[in-house]
């Protein structure tokens, strides 16, 4: 009912930038928070960056400085711009939501997109 469609990954070199976007869509009364998380290989999903609806961001320490998390002024969507990348951020990076799909502030649930693959060469 609701989706999650990240965009924007790819290739790319260490040191350079690149931006993920993620748009959600569907029968969505209110979304609380939006966020990116990573998953590399072998390896447990991590928080990367969350946003809540006051704007009140959140970033893991090893990207702090470097990524910048932020909505769109519709709300449905969150962009992550990461700059300065290294090789051991390669991961699938997952856009997630926390959303309300009625008008029940007290019936949130967590939606996740597709992923999109963040090859980080040297």
């Known amino acids: 009912q609701v989706q999650l469609v990240e965009s924007g990954g790819g290739l790319v070199q260490a040191g350079g930038s690149l931006t993920l976007s993620c748009a959600a869509s569907g029968i969505i009364f209110s979304i609380n928070a939006m966020g990116w998380y990573r998953q590399a290989p072998g390896k447990q999903r991590e928080l990367v960056a969350a946003?809540?609806?006051?704007?009140?961001?959140n970033y893991a320490d090893s990207v702090k400085g470097r990524f910048t998390i932020s909505r769109g002024n519709a709300g449905n969507t969150v962009y992550l711009q990461m700059n300065s990348l290294k090789t051991e951020g390669t991961a699938v990076y997952y856009c997630s939501a926390r959303v309300v799909t009625t008008n029940s502030l007290n019936r949130s649930s967590d939606c996740w997109g597709q992923g999109t693959q963040v090859p980080v060469s040297s």
């Open positions: 946003i809540t609806g006051g704007s009140s961001k």
